[in-house]
C-alpha cells in the first residue's frame, strides 16, 4: 500500500490510484511451462512482470533509497559526478569508496 500512498502525495489523481489499487488487489498470474499452463494464483506483492506501469512504480518504489545513499555520500566520485548505486531496470548496484559493487 505505500506505493499507491507515495502516488497520491506525488500529485496523481485518486481515481486513478483508485484503479491501481483495484487492479493489484484482484492480479492473479500462471506459469506456463512446455506448453502446460498451471494453476492460476494470486499475487501479493511486487509488480507486473512486463507491465507498461511497471517502470515507473518500481522507481517510485526504490526512489527514497536512492535518496538515502545520494545523502549518505556513500560511493565514488567519477571525475565530478558522484555514483552512489547504479540502477538498470529492477536491479540496483550499490557502489563502495574503494570502486567494488556491493551487489
Excluded at 39 to 64: C, M, T, W
Aim: net charge neutral; with cysteine; proline share 2%.
Amino acid at each position: 500500500m505505500v506505493y499507491f500512498y507515495k502516488l497520491l502525495s506525488k500529485g496523481v489523481p485518486g481515481t486513478f490510484v483508485k484503479l491501481l489499487i483495484y487492479w493489484y488487489s484482484h492480479l492473479q498470474s500462471a506459469i506456463l511451462w512446455n506448453s502446460v499452463l498451471g494453476e492460476s494464483f494470486k499475487v501479493f506483492s511486487g509488480v507486473r512482470q512486463s507491465g507498461v506501469l511497471s517502470p515507473y512504480l518500481f522507481a517510485l518504489h526504490i526512489n527514497d533509497l536512492i535518496d538515502d545513499v545520494r545523502n549518505s555520500s556513500f560511493g565514488i566520485y567519477i571525475g565530478t559526478v558522484f555514483v552512489g548505486c547504479i540502477l538498470y531496470a529492477d536491479e540496483l548496484y550499490q557502489v563502495a569508496e574503494n570502486g567494488q559493487c556491493l551487489c
